[in-house]
């Protein structure tokens, strides 16, 4: 393999000629895992395309930027199963990798495509006055249309609309909803689709009667009326100025999945990288809890959404799941659990079952010698660690992966985007989630 060439971008780091030097691919992410800093903490994310709309739990872009700089080569694949906000997909395709990515959150594909295929800014500049126009029309001449398309809604997601959105807010919303789905443009429409929910998911100014939905926790706030299209006028400025900061892709392919990281569509003994961060067990950050304030104005109900979510890795419920055998390390923090709450230790055994799947999807889709890094970190279930870290590497070895070591990380919280503190105590999440670990595997040459 040939050392890389520094990158000239300011916020990069130079490469450790050390790490470059070692011709085996896992040898250097032992390497990497063992010594290299990976808080990154005041370091410039180099892309403003990260920012483009709030995402919680959002690895740091320098950790993958780091592993697909030292671990592959341009044209190479690169893929998150679990692609969330879509930073390891952006990165490797600011590298030129093919980036590959799926996830079973609507949001989550529809954010990563729009960072994937963003609009020139010229063409943003056009559209979003275009969508505020019609939205505008809809609502002096066609108020009664807006009205009967929130009252065709189900009465689960009607109500839901009305606990959280005044009146007024819902009908403006639903406005928008509607001009920016009569936009032509594929990347258009998906970029305005990102600027609507900013509106509400948001750390403040959201529109709706609740309180820093960015962190997933709402809370029911009476709020002063604010206009959703006078908001949308705001965010829709700042992500024009935020284009004209984005540098051209290089001329790699990429491709998006709406897929199960435990059944994965891509083909097998093809990829040359995984780095992914799968969701913390027991649900500890529940996703849906915020998404679904944007996602019901998507078309899903209330109901639909509380079945997605039932699907995400890590869930609560256990009924109808299949709970794998489990290797010592993963066994034994159940069966601690199960000591103090039996209940508790049946939803870890469902996580780490879920686990294993997606990483023996891992294992199929790696080419010999391919690498892995799960980014995770631990949770306690009954004041108990469920030792995830050590949990995944038994679970990997189970399926033929090769743990190669477990690097470590301290979470900064400003830019993790954890679980929100109210007052001056810290949550119990808060109080336990002050690291994060880096486990790596490769797949066998033979």
Do not use: C
């Not at 692609?83 to 799926?102: C, D, I, Q, Y």
């Not at 400025?237 to 935020?242: A, C, D, G, K, N």
């Not at 999807?361 to 970190?377: D, E, F, K």
């Not at 503190?421 to 810290?426: P, T």
Request: glycine share 6%; net charge positive; charged share 25%.
């Amino acid at each position: 393999m040939q050392p890389h060439l520094p990158l000239t971008a300011p916020w990069e780091q130079p490469l450790r000629e050390d790490i470059l030097a070692l011709s085996d691919r896992a040898e250097r992410l032992r390497r990497l895992l063992l010594v290299e800093d990976w808080n990154f903490h005041g370091q410039k994310d180099g892309s403003a395309l990260h920012t483009l709309h709030p995402f919680p739990a959002k690895y740091p872009p320098q950790l993958p930027r780091t592993l697909i700089r030292y671990l592959t080569r341009p044209g190479e694949w690169v893929l998150d199963p679990m692609m969330g906000s879509g930073t390891t997909l952006l990165e490797a395709r600011r590298l030129g990798r093919v980036a590959l990515g799926s996830d079973i959150d609507p949001l989550a594909l529809t954010l990563v495509a729009a960072k994937m295929q963003p609009p020139d800014v010229a063409g943003w500049r056009r559209a979003w006055p275009r969508i505020l126009a019609r939205a505008k029309e809809g609502l002096q001449h066609h108020s009664d249309r807006l009205r009967a398309a929130l009252a065709r809604r189900d009465e689960p997601t009607r109500a839901f609309l009305a606990y959280w959105f005044l009146p007024q807010t819902q009908l403006e919303l639903q406005a928008l909803v509607q001009a920016i789905e009569a936009e032509a443009d594929l990347a258009l429409r998906r970029l305005a689709r990102i600027v609507f929910s900013s509106l509400i998911i948001a750390k403040s100014g959201s529109v709706a009667q609740a309180r820093d939905l960015s962190h997933t926790r709402p809370h029911k706030v009476d709020k002063p009326y604010k206009s959703a299209l006078e908001v949308f006028r705001q965010k829709a400025r700042r992500v024009e100025r935020l284009l004209q900061q984005v540098a051209p892709f290089p001329n790699t392919p990429w491709l998006l999945a709406a897929a199960d990281a435990q059944r994965l569509p891509w083909p097998a003994a093809r990829v040359a990288l995984v780095v992914t961060s799968p969701p913390y067990a027991a649900n500890a950050i529940d996703y849906m809890r915020a998404h679904k304030f944007t996602l019901v104005w998507w078309g899903f109900s209330i109901r639909d959404l509380g079945s997605l979510r039932g699907e995400y890795i890590g869930g609560e419920s256990v009924r109808g799941r299949v709970l794998e055998p489990l290797p010592p390390a993963a066994f034994q923090p159940v069966a601690r659990i199960a000591a103090v709450d039996p209940k508790k230790a049946q939803v870890l055994h469902r996580y780490f079952s879920e686990m294993r799947r997606t990483l023996a999807q891992i294992a199929r889709v790696l080419r010999p010698g391919g690498l892995a890094v799960l980014v995770v970190g631990d949770s306690t279930m009954r004041g108990l660690s469920t030792r995830t870290p050590e949990a995944l590497a038994a679970l990997g070895e189970q399926v033929g992966l090769r743990h190669l070591a477990t690097g470590t990380r301290a979470l900064d919280r400003d830019r993790r985007m954890m679980p929100a503190r109210r007052g001056g105590a810290m949550s119990a999440i808060e109080q336990r989630m002050h690291r994060e670990y880096l486990v790596g595997f490769a797949r066998p040459e033979v």
